[in-house]
């Protein structure tokens, strides 16, 4: 176990991009305990919030069974879940657990859980500043976002299977193109049910105002799930995504991701990257996005550039 020091287990402290002494098969390396008891009752309070906006928000909108399991696992309104109480709901019913983390954890330590059936979950909690979206996964991303469909035994064999499958990408320095894959369905995966588009990636079941804009917004491109097409899809985690890709089913996505992706890493290399905005000739387009929000995204981002660089600038010259 890491050792983490001063109170840092409440907050987040930066990427550990630090392997350490680090190697495959020390599993827990990165594992922290929760340390429930010392949630202030602000943090609890904002777990509160955000469980309720996301409840408002949410039915009609997520995936049919996340609504369901999330009252099965117990996760509560009005506080933050003791791992624990998750974890025996949790193991018995999937085989798999929830453990913690300080934080994002380096890909390949983090894919080694995944492959051993253990869900990482960020210890600290968000601030009211950060409600809308944080781009580190906190408990209330992890623990609501992702766990309910961990319920779904196809799903969750699909994580398993993603952890090996990342361990293998990163023997073959292919971890960017299987990221994007994580990125486009586990975090922002839509799913099309009988009664409609529905949320499953985590990153938007999270997100009060991505909840929305994802599914009702005119500005995203959705697009049918096509495995090879997904690998060359770059993204940006500053802001909601500007194409959506669609899965019909769990088996679908279990199905398209079984065979060897060595050969298609291969393929993918070769061919141009697309950008999160851009629609390529093979795609299936259920929504041709207007693409109103990506070009304000757009023009906000190179502000935000500009003016990183002019600190950077000013700072040199004093
Ligand atoms: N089948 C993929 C491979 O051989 C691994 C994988 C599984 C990737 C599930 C993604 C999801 O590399
Ligand atoms: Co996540």
């Given at each position: 176990?890491k050792e983490i020091t001063g109170n840092s287990s409440r907050?987040?402290?930066?990427?550990?991009?630090?392997?350490?002494?680090?190697?495959?098969?020390?599993?827990?390396?990165?594992?922290?305990?929760?340390?429930?008891?010392?949630?202030?009752?602000?943090?609890?309070?904002?777990?509160?919030?955000?469980?309720?906006?996301?409840?408002?928000?949410?039915?009609?909108?997520?995936?049919?069974?996340?609504?369901?399991?999330?009252?099965?696992?117990?996760?509560?309104?009005?506080?933050?879940?003791?791992?624990?109480?998750?974890?025996?709901?949790?193991?018995?019913?999937?085989?798999?657990?929830?453990?913690?983390?300080?934080?994002?954890?380096?890909?390949?330590?983090?894919?080694?859980?995944?492959?051993?059936?253990?869900?990482?979950?960020?210890?600290?909690?968000?601030?009211?500043?950060?409600?809308?979206?944080?781009?580190?996964?906190?408990?209330?991303?992890?623990?609501?976002?992702?766990?309910?469909?961990?319920?779904?035994?196809?799903?969750?064999?699909?994580?398993?299977?993603?952890?090996?499958?990342?361990?293998?990408?990163?023997?073959?320095?292919?971890?960017?193109?299987?990221?994007?894959?994580?990125?486009?369905?586990?975090?922002?995966?839509?799913?099309?049910?009988?009664?409609?588009?529905?949320?499953?990636?985590?990153?938007?079941?999270?997100?009060p105002t991505e909840s929305v804009f994802s599914l009702e917004?005119?500005?995203?491109?959705?697009?049918?799930?096509?495995?090879?097409?997904?690998?060359?899809?770059?993204?940006?985690?500053?802001?909601?995504?500007?194409?959506?890709?669609?899965?019909?089913?769990?088996?679908?996505?279990f199905e398209a991701t079984k065979p060897d992706f060595l050969?298609?890493?291969?393929?993918?290399?070769?061919?141009?990257?697309?950008?999160?905005?851009?629609?390529?000739?093979?795609?299936?387009?259920?929504?041709?996005?207007?693409?109103?929000?990506?070009?304000?995204?757009?023009?906000?981002?190179?502000?935000?550039?500009?003016?990183?660089?002019?600190?950077?600038?000013?700072?040199?010259?004093?």
């Amino acid at each position: 176990m890491k050792e983490i020091t001063g109170n840092s287990s409440r907050v987040f402290e930066g990427h550990y991009s630090d392997l350490g002494d680090w190697k495959r098969g020390d599993i827990d390396y990165f594992v922290v305990p929760q340390r429930w008891d010392d949630y202030t009752t602000e943090e609890h309070a904002i777990w509160r919030d955000l469980y309720h906006r996301q409840m408002e928000i949410l039915p009609g909108r997520a995936i049919s069974l996340f609504m369901d399991n999330l009252k099965e696992l117990g996760i509560a309104a009005d506080r933050i879940p003791d791992f624990d109480d998750i974890n025996k709901i949790l193991k018995p019913k999937t085989g798999w657990e929830v453990v913690g983390v300080p934080g994002p954890i380096p890909v390949e330590p983090f894919f080694e859980l995944l492959a051993n059936r253990r869900f990482p979950v960020g210890t600290f909690i968000r601030t009211r500043e950060q409600f809308d979206y944080i781009q580190e996964p906190d408990v209330f991303h992890d623990l609501f976002g992702h766990v309910p469909i961990l319920f779904d035994p196809v799903f969750a064999d699909y994580m398993e299977a993603y952890g090996k499958g990342g361990l293998k990408a990163a023997d073959h320095k292919a971890v960017y193109m299987i990221g994007r894959l994580y990125w486009y369905t586990v975090e922002f995966g839509l799913i099309q049910e009988e009664d409609g588009l529905r949320i499953y990636g985590a990153g938007i079941l999270s997100s009060p105002t991505e909840s929305v804009f994802s599914l009702e917004s005119d500005s995203p491109n959705r697009i049918k799930f096509d495995v090879k097409r997904l690998l060359r899809s770059r993204f940006f985690i500053d802001d909601f995504q500007d194409t959506y890709h669609v899965i019909e089913s769990f088996d679908e996505l279990f199905e398209a991701t079984k065979p060897d992706f060595l050969p298609y890493y291969d393929e993918v290399r070769k061919l141009p990257t697309i950008q999160p905005p851009e629609l390529a000739e093979s795609d299936v387009v259920l929504h041709k996005g207007t693409g109103e929000y990506a070009r304000k995204a757009a023009e906000n981002r190179a502000e935000r550039q500009k003016q990183k660089q002019e600190q950077e600038a000013a700072r040199k010259a004093e």
